[in-house]
């Protein structure tokens, strides 16, 4: 649905340059070129996109982690229930990691790695 939603975003835009460059026949090739460039290049960044996706949410989830310890701790000062909140923010995030690591595509990624290996490639460390 994400992947969905990011297409239907890039298209809409791409549209609008192709609409802009019938109006304004002066600046036609330069909307044009606005429109088609991105829109090629959108295409190969499909995948990489949602690859990022998993990457972008734990990041967000630990900056949430830490706006809200921040506010906690400048509100109440430091306590056990503010510990708590920083704790239990940084393990929600590194277990979304884990899970994400450990789940369905992990053992396509261990598949890969061992081919990578195989064919004498260095391992991605």
Not at 32 to 43: C, D, F, H, I
Not at 49 to 74: D, N, S
């Amino acid at each position: 649905m994400i992947v969905a939603g990011y297409v239907l975003m890039w298209l809409a835009l791409v549209t609008q340059w192709i609409r802009a460059s019938r109006q304004d026949p002066a600046r036609r090739d330069t909307c044009l070129r606005y429109g088609e460039v991105p829109a090629m290049v959108q295409l190969g960044w499909i995948a990489e996109r949602y690859g990022l996706l998993a990457i972008i949410a734990r990041g967000e989830c630990l900056i949430g982690a830490i706006g809200t310890l921040r506010a906690i701790v400048a509100n109440h000062g430091w306590s056990v229930d503010a510990a708590l909140v920083g704790f239990d923010g940084t393990a929600l995030a590194f277990g979304m990691w884990w899970v994400y690591f450990k789940g369905r595509g992990s053992e396509r990624l261990h598949t890969a790695l061992r081919k990578l290996a195989a064919e004498g490639a260095p391992h991605p460390t």
